[in-house]
């Protein structure tokens, strides 16, 4: 199976920071390197930062002060030698010839581990950039289908091993290796071509992680790993069958598409003590901050809400807002209250959370992939760095007694980790 690493400097779960032993800041390089080098020594194919581009005072600790992933990346890149980097960009709020640069730049500078999360942002930027008006859900595919496929070109800009370097010759580079571009599209007009050749791995991964029918859509053409929330088995069954499906439809190959569901993993000696963390982490929610990410996580203004009422029935809206839709079908399934619904989303916010033996965890992995649910995990630890220790120290051997999981990379770039073929 394949792991990912999902960081967040503060912990995952809202109330993570405040666990006793642990260590928490986004602001903190030092701890985010060691914590991908414990990811590297597991042998983690990666280490995933998401990202979002709006900040209020009540945001999640881990997310209220986030730097740019790239740049995270960058630094990242010279203090590790094999783990893949993976960061988070939007496809509504970038620049693609930018994007296209920086991650290119960081996929050479890595030797090939670099991949790119592609999301087109649910929360409203347009207050921090010079677009008006944040698009809708299906107009926000629209951007990021002609964004990717503008990207890929770009990336393309180049054949493989330009440099020549004959100094007697004269001649430093082959030129007709560089193709140009010339995209003209609806939403973006870019000459090309890239300035940036290509790594030992070809070009970045490409993840996609919207679940909503055009997410899927835009995963089973160009995603190459998908990041989605599942509850339960038969949930998560479905959907990856489904994007499967996609993908062969879309007349790709799919073992060459990696499903990767979240997985909160709260390790005990014993499933009575592993339950006692969860509530311990519980207890140390911060009620105060209940309506304001009640409010993103389902993207609907919920404040002045009584939280002690029953979730109420919210619209789905215009066909994306899929994690609204989990979230609300996980209220409705439980018959929770808004309070209850907030705990929820404090400590995972919709994705699955499992708190037992290192044994029972292990078991449960084994299970999803076993069962044609899951290729792997994006492990999203509630707190650092114990949280994450646990499971690499304890989770980790057992899946590598069983051969579930490698024990050491046989690969040097991102796509070998992932057994994905070497990119156009
Ligand atoms: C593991 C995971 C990580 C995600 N990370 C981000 C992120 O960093 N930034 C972001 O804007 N959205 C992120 N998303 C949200 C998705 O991009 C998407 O908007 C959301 O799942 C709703 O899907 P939909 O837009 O297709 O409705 C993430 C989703 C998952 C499952």
Do not use: C
């Not at 002060?65 to 590790?80: E, F, G, M, Y």
């Not at 799919?254 to 311990?280: C, F, H, N, W, Y």
């Amino acid at each position: 199976m394949h792991l990912g690493l999902f960081l967040l400097a503060a912990g995952h779960h809202a109330a993570g920071w405040r666990f006793p032993g642990a260590e928490s800041g986004t602001e903190n390089f030092e701890l985010i390197a060691r914590i991908a080098r414990e990811a590297e020594a597991a042998k983690f194919d990666m280490v995933f930062f998401g990202d979002r581009l709006v900040t209020s005072k009540d945001a999640h600790p881990s997310m209220i002060t986030r730097p740019d992933p790239l740049v995270v990346l960058s630094a990242l890149a010279v203090q590790t030698s094999r783990i893949g980097l993976a960061a988070t960009a939007s496809t509504t709020y970038s620049d693609p010839f930018t994007l296209a640069r920086s991650l290119a730049s960081v996929d050479l500078l890595s030797k090939g581990r670099a991949a790119w999360n592609i999301v087109t942002t649910v929360q409203d930027g347009s207050g921090n950039f010079s677009r008006t008006l944040h698009p809708e859900s299906s107009e926000r595919y629209a951007i990021a289908e002609e964004f990717v496929q503008l990207v890929k070109g770009l990336w393309r800009s180049w054949d493989a091993d330009p440099y020549v370097r004959d100094k007697e010759g004269g001649v430093y580079i082959d030129t007709d290796k560089l193709h140009e571009l010339n995209h003209a599209g609806y939403y973006f007009q870019v000459k090309g071509p890239l300035n940036v050749t290509r790594s030992r791995q070809g070009e970045p991964v490409l993840i996609q992680a919207g679940s909503s029918g055009p997410g899927q859509r835009l995963g089973a053409r160009h995603g190459e790993v998908i990041f989605t929330a599942q509850q339960d088995l038969a949930a998560a069954q479905e959907f990856y069958g489904e994007l499967k499906r996609q993908v062969g439809e879309a007349g790709r190959d799919p073992s060459q598409v990696k499903v990767m569901p979240g997985l909160m993993p709260i390790v005990g000696r014993t499933a009575a003590e592993a339950r006692d963390k969860l509530a311990l982490l519980q207890s140390f929610t911060d009620q105060s901050k209940a309506h304001h990410m009640l409010s993103v996580e389902l993207d609907f203004d919920l404040s002045g809400a009584d939280l002690d009422a029953p979730v109420p029935d919210l619209p789905l809206g215009d066909g994306g807002f899929s994690r609204r839709k989990l979230l609300l079908k996980i209220a409705k399934e439980q018959r929770l209250t808004l309070r209850e619904l907030y705990h929820h989303v404090a400590s995972s916010r919709g994705h699955q959370v499992f708190a037992g033996t290192a044994e029972q965890i292990a078991d449960h992995m084994q299970h999803w992939v076993n069962q044609g649910a899951a290729d792997g995990f994006n492990i999203m630890p509630a707190y650092f760095p114990s949280g994450f220790e646990e499971f690499t120290r304890e989770v980790v051997p057992i899946l590598q007694e069983r051969g579930q999981f490698r024990r050491d990379y046989t690969g040097q770039t991102l796509r070998e980790h992932l057994g994905l073929a070497q990119s156009a």
